[in-house]
């Protein structure tokens, strides 16, 4: 498939992730963070991109995370050429998720970004349990390496990629049960961004870690695809990420 065919669908599959994720944040600006929240939160990400992911993955890269595309392309599944593109395409379709969902919320009565602060990431004051820099960094650091892991296993064989789309979904689910109380559940820079561009402020200041630890997680595990799981699987699937056409 062509470039800008491809570039298209990660920007929709980004916009709708990031709208639909972090809805249950910035719509429910009355709940508080508790455990019922924190699960609808997760599961939206989860089913999110479970969606997408069924939509796109036969005839697109369903990426939809900077840290996955680095992640591929550190294990010598993806075209160093592509990957600029790719990043770019995912930041401006999660702005554009954000914007539409700010909008949506906006029509509230009493309806403020700063108060709801759209499923926002931070560390310290700004993260949901008070966490401080080091336990969020290592907390983001650790699940985008789960996360970007379990993408490339599951993407190493046809039989693997047919049920890919649940796995991704589910582990995209717990890792976000994890995170949520952490860091509002990032692991995706792209996700991140969008939100923090509108909130402003304190969201811009903190940013920097949520593109910083999911990039090192994701060119952890795949220099770790690369050195150690795909022995075997280089001669029969190179170069290609999950349901790259």
């Known amino acids: 498939m062509k470039l800008g065919m ?3 669908i990660e920007a929709a599959g980004s916009a709708w992730l ?15 963070m508790q455990g019922r929240s924190v699960f609808e939160m997760a599961a939206a990400f989860g089913l999110a991109l479970c ?19 680095i992640g591929y392309t550190v294990a010598g599944r993806f075209p160093v050429r592509d990957v ?3 990043i770019a395409t995912q930041t401006i379709g999660a702005i554009a998720g954000a914007a539409l969902l700010a909008f949506v919320a906006g029509g509230r009565p009493g309806f403020a970004v700063t108060v709801s602060e759209l499923g926002a990431n931070g560390y310290g ?32 064989s046809p039989r693997r990629r047919a049920s890919a789309p649940v796995a991704l979904g589910a582990c995209l689910t717990v890792i976000c049960l994890i995170a949520i109380p952490v860091s509002n559940g990032g ?7 969008g939100p923090a561009l509108f909130v402003g402020d304190w969201a811009l200041d903190q940013l920097w870690l949520f593109w910083a630890a999911p990039m090192v997680g994701g060119i952890s595990a795949g220099l770790c695809h690369r050195f150690v799981c795909q022995r075997r699987a280089n001669t029969r699937h190179s170069g290609r990420s999950y349901g790259n056409a």
């Open 125 to 156: 004051e700004h993260s949901p349990g008070e966490y401080a820099l080091h336990a969020v960094f290592a907390v983001e650091c650790a699940l985008s390496f789960a996360f970007v892991a379990m993408h490339l296993i599951m993407s190493v």
């Open 18 to 32: 990031v709208f639909a994720g972090c809805a249950s944040a910035a719509i429910n600006v009355s709940v508080p």
């Open 51 to 69: 969606v997408a992911t069924f939509a796109a993955g036969r005839i697109a890269s369903a990426h939809f995370n900077p840290a996955v595309t």
């Open 6 to 8: 491809r570039l298209g």
């Open 84 to 86: 600029a593109p790719y």
């Open 187 to 193: 692991i995706n820079p792209a996700r991140s961004t």
